[in-house]
């Protein structure tokens, strides 16, 4: 199944930008509230506006080429995982931002490639794309959970270290 991935994801690499707008602006029309999260393209309300976006383009240009980092890098375990568990780290710092919200590009990724792939895209391609981009997320989910873990909790914030309220049990656990 890798194999045919590889072989098919080298369409999308070919249309990597197009197929990341695309996706965006599918993921637009079904979560409009999501593109508030975004400073540099949160004025884009029409599908067109969207669509001509150099800054949502860019955008999707380095989204798609992390996704491509992705499927290129799954063979070497450690750097898949550190990849995206980075990504999902990096969310983090969105105000706003939401893990959950990583489950909405499922179907917009999906689409975008089905169009982009055309005929190619069988029966067996969805079977793997599913497959692969519901492993991708759980993965950045997982790197964004990782990072959560790494901060202090509200009482190490708020210097109470030795108070009943201090030693939580989260607080005990060293986190």
Not at 127 to 154: C, H, M, S, W
Request: glycine share 6%; with cysteine.
């Amino acid at each position: 199944q890798k194999f045919n991935i590889i072989k098919s994801w080298k369409g999308i690499a070919r249309a990597i930008e197009p197929t990341g707008v695309y996706m965006f602006v599918k993921l637009f029309e079904s979560n409009s509230e999501l593109i508030g999260l975004f400073t540099k393209f949160n004025q884009l309300r029409t599908r067109d506006e969207q669509a001509t976006s150099m800054e949502l383009a860019e955008h999707a240009t380095i989204v798609m080429n992390s996704i491509d980092e992705g499927i290129k890098a799954m063979d070497n375990v450690d750097f898949f995982f550190d990849l995206l568990h980075q990504i999902g780290a990096s969310h983090r710092k969105i105000p706003g931002f939401k893990k959950e919200y990583f489950w909405k590009i499922e179907k917009p990724f999906l689409e975008a490639v089905r169009l982009t792939l055309g005929d190619r895209y069988t029966d067996n391609m969805d079977n793997i794309y599913r497959i692969t981009i519901k492993f991708l997320i759980e993965t950045v989910i997982r790197g964004y959970e990782l990072a959560e873990e790494k901060e202090p909790n509200d009482n190490v914030k708020k210097g109470c270290t030795n108070n009943a309220e201090g030693n939580s049990s989260k607080a005990a656990k060293g986190s």
